[in-house]
């Protein structure tokens, strides 16, 4: 008789994580709920050994550190990057890893804080989204222009806009034009 133990609450974290940002990467512009608020449970989802972490807070960069994920200043060498902000960080961002024609899964993950809801309007389209998508995101037009010469699909990165629990996932697949 196999006995498995059941999840603990971190466990069940992780899980419930994990699943809104699946569906947020699926279902581009909805919003997700995460068990958590920031970007700390997000860390603690899908950074591991294996990971290359580029973070712009300290009190990030000491969550990362506890997974045993290798830290890096060089936005350009990781597999993941979390801001706390992305205002002013189109020349940053610029240098995130985008993969390429055979191997478009090098991309980088962008994982941002972003106010849903407020600032610049942005139609999203493409695979996931019934016709087209209107919403507002806290990021600046320039951001965006940024991102379209960078994304030119299969290459890109993904991202992740996080609002207090909420998640809203942008897959290198999605056009964003601003409105």
Do not use: K
Not at 42 to 59: G, K, M, Q, R, S
């Amino acid at each position: 008789m196999l006995t498995v133990a059941p999840p603990d609450t971190i466990e069940l974290r992780a899980n419930a994580t994990f699943e809104a940002l699946m569906w947020a990467l699926s279902r581009p512009g909805d919003s997700r709920d995460m068990p958590e608020a920031g970007l700390a449970a997000i860390i603690e989802t899908l950074v591991d050994l294996e990971c290359t972490v580029f973070a712009d807070d300290p009190a990030l960069l000491a969550r990362i550190a506890a997974t045993g994920a290798l830290l890096t200043d060089d936005i350009s060498q990781a597999d993941h990057v979390f801001l706390t902000s992305l205002d002013g960080a189109e020349a940053r961002v610029a240098g995130l890893r985008c993969g390429s024609a055979l191997y478009p899964d090098d991309g980088a993950t962008l994982i941002a804080e972003c106010r849903h809801g407020a600032g610049q309007r942005v139609r999203l389209s493409g695979p996931g989204i019934d016709g087209a998508s209107e919403m507002s995101l806290g990021v600046s037009p320039g951001f965006w222009a940024m991102r379209a010469a960078l994304c030119a699909y299969p290459e890109g990165f993904d991202m992740f806009l996080v609002d207090g629990t909420s998640v809203i996932g942008i897959p290198r697949s999605t056009t964003v034009e601003v409105l």
